[in-house]
């Protein structure tokens, strides 16, 4: 498996630790896991496949929405 360095300030390299350590994980294991799922793709490999158009239950419909609640209006001019 390949091997990445870089170098970061000091004030976050502790905050690394302390939060691998908070995870119970090695610093290693704990960058490695935020690098996945920061360059993870949004949706799951076939998501919208296994999902979209599966409903097999009643047709979904919309309850009425009723009526739009009249406001006064705000004064910009704060008079």
Sequence with gaps: MPQLHF?????????????????KKSVSSYLA???????????????????VGKWQGEPLQRSPQGEFEQRVALDPQGE
Aim: no cysteine; net charge negative; proline share 8%.
């Design 7 to 23: 170098y970061i300030p000091q004030d976050l390299a502790d905050r690394i630790q302390q939060e691998a350590q908070a995870a």
């Design 33 to 51: 896991e935020l690098v996945k799922r920061e360059m993870a793709p949004a949706w799951p490999e076939g998501f919208f496949d296994d999902v």
